[in-house]
């Protein structure tokens, strides 16, 4: 079975500062697709980025970048420059390309950022 | 506005009544999938559509809901005999069809504002 785990319930970080939220998958499908999406209170799910499990470099996407370490089966989140706006769930999902052929996602439990100022 | 569209926003039931939520997906994907999300949980799969067929379905979708997708556009979830168990935030998404994704990845899912549902 698959799964994701973000082991952060919640934490605060200082504006401007970078922050590093953590993703372990689990899978047993060689081809699969890493997502970390952003849940402001409003409710809406943001789609922030993407990683490919072939993909040689690590994935990034402005003040965001994907921290892919296959052998450990991590995909760790960095924020730079953190601002008042990131304040968010976030949340890890991973689809497989064999298990989940129709291309559905299966999230992590989340983790809550509070941005300080 | 041309991202997904779910109404209402926000409904509240008494328990043991139906409802029916509607989701309105970006107008060229194809790809529709249903999921609920619970308070402090990341969103769980319910169902999918491609085009107007209904092709996956979760356990978690007992026969008390039904989902559709007539015409291929929109998508109806119908919750029957509600349960507080039900109360939720039911979220929609949708996706290009394979090999058109903008960003590349063929798999990249809009998200809906979703339908919180509370059952009395």
């Known amino acids: 079975a698959q799964k994701i785990t973000q082991t952060q319930p919640g934490m605060f970080v200082q504006e401007k500062e970078a922050v590093t939220l953590d993703c372990t998958y689990d899978t047993s499908d060689p081809s699969y697709g890493l997502f970390w999406y952003k849940q402001p209170s409003s409710g809406e799910m943001i789609f922030l980025i993407y990683?490919?499990?072939?993909?040689?470099q690590n994935a990034t996407e402005g003040r965001y970048s994907l921290n892919f370490q296959k052998a450990r089966k991590s995909a760790n989140l960095v924020i730079s420059a953190s601002q008042l706006g990131d304040s968010a769930m976030y949340f890890c999902a991973m689809r497989a390309s064999l298990t989940d052929s129709w291309g559905k996602l299966q999230f992590g439990a989340g983790t809550q950022v509070v941005v300080t100022p | 506005d041309t991202g997904v569209s779910q109404n209402p926003r926000h409904k509240i039931t008494k328990r043991g009544q139906n409802v029916t939520f509607r989701c309105d997906p970006i107008?060229?994907?194809?790809?529709l999938y249903w999921y609920r999300q619970t308070l402090g949980q990341g969103p769980e799969f319910l169902t999918y559509f491609q085009n107007e067929a209904q092709l996956e379905k979760s356990r978690l979708l007992s026969d008390r809901f039904s989902a559709e997708r007539p015409k291929g556009s929109f998508s109806t979830l119908e919750i029957q005999r509600t349960e507080q168990g039900d109360s939720a935030m039911y979220l929609c998404a949708s996706s290009p069809p394979v090999g058109q994704g903008t960003s590349g990845e063929d798999n990249e899912q809009f998200f809906g504002p979703g339908t919180r549902l509370t059952v009395l």
């Open positions: 107008s060229e994907h194809n790809r």
């Open positions: 990683q490919g499990s072939y993909d040689q």
